[in-house]
């Protein structure tokens, strides 16, 4: 029902408009990842559980940023300070270490590039959401600290994310679920389930980490904007956003299995098997890689 009344508000004021790197050819609302705000902050006053708070203001500088366009510098400030807040106040894997700072430091630096990772592959209609929920179904089944209140929100925001999109998640869903990735993946049991957790984003580090090494080979700024991901040279080429989105839907689930998921060595074959299928995609169906 939120979502009914926000869109018209969201065309009104936070119009995403199609321009030389957008997949989209007509202007669509955007900031539709307001609905988790609403949720988070029910959730906590209900259960009086606040590490979800810090998910907020992310989404909150995503918000203003779908509506005002911030600087890149602003963002990245806002991103440092609350990756270091939900690393203090989520630090269940690395209590007492000698080397704390050294790992703080780690954690930032792994922190923003995940952060950002999510925020790049948000460009095809329902990939976020759809990936995002069998992570969410995922870390609810296996883990002690549950995350249920987050699937309703993206059942809702897939139904209207879905191609063709009459909602964009905007930097507003993409930022906060950024932060809920990590506040998911700091409360695993141990490093190892940690690993494996993380094992789950496979298709957005691979197919972002390869676009910034081509990127930089090619003697291209990585800073400046572009449409070089492989999902966008996909929807280049002429594939369908639907198509693409379950791709990488339809990886993140291979690697939910249980038998799969159990086992770290399951895992990484798996990976190395999404990452067979990316360059296939990459050398026989994708646009080619270039400016």
């Known amino acids: 029902m939120f979502l009914f009344l926000f869109i018209p508000f969201s065309h009104r004021y936070i119009l995403d408009m199609p321009n030389e790197r957008s997949s989209h050819v007509k202007s669509t609302p955007s900031g539709g990842g307001i609905i988790f705000i609403l949720i988070i902050l029910l959730f906590s006053i209900i259960t009086k559980d606040y590490k979800w708070l810090l998910t907020i203001p992310l989404a909150l500088i995503g918000f203003f940023d779908d509506a005002f366009k911030l600087s890149y510098k602003f963002k ?39 952060v950002n990772y999510i925020n790049f592959m948000d460009g095809i209609d329902g990939l976020i959401c759809g990936s995002f929920l069998v992570i969410t179904i995922k870390f609810c089944v296996t883990n002690h600290y549950p995350a249920y209140f987050l699937i309703p929100c993206l059942i809702s925001l897939l139904i209207f994310n879905w191609s063709p999109a009459k909602l964009f998640l905007g930097d507003t869903g993409s930022l906060f679920l950024g932060g809920a990735f990590l506040i998911m993946l700091l409360n695993q049991p141990n490093i190892s389930e940690a690993i494996k957790f993380l094992f789950l984003l496979t ?20 800073l400046l904007p572009h449409k070089l991901h492989l999902y966008q040279r996909l929807y280049q080429s002429g594939l369908s956003h639907s198509k693409i989105s379950l791709i990488y839907i339809g990886s993140v689930s291979l690697l939910c299995i249980n038998p799969i998921y159990n086992n770290i060595i399951h895992l990484a074959f798996v990976s190395l098997i999404i990452l067979l299928l990316g360059f296939f995609l990459n050398a026989k169906v994708a646009k080619e890689f270039k400016k």
């Open 203 to 222: 298709p957005f580090i691979l197919d972002c980490t390869f676009t910034i090494i081509g990127r930089a080979f090619n003697h291209q700024n990585i």
């Open 76 to 114: 990245l400030f806002f991103q440092i300070v609350f990756s270091i807040l939900i690393f203090y106040f989520n630090n269940n894997l690395f209590l007492n270490n000698e080397y704390q700072f050294f790992i703080i430091l780690g954690f930032l630096f792994f922190a923003l590039t995940i």
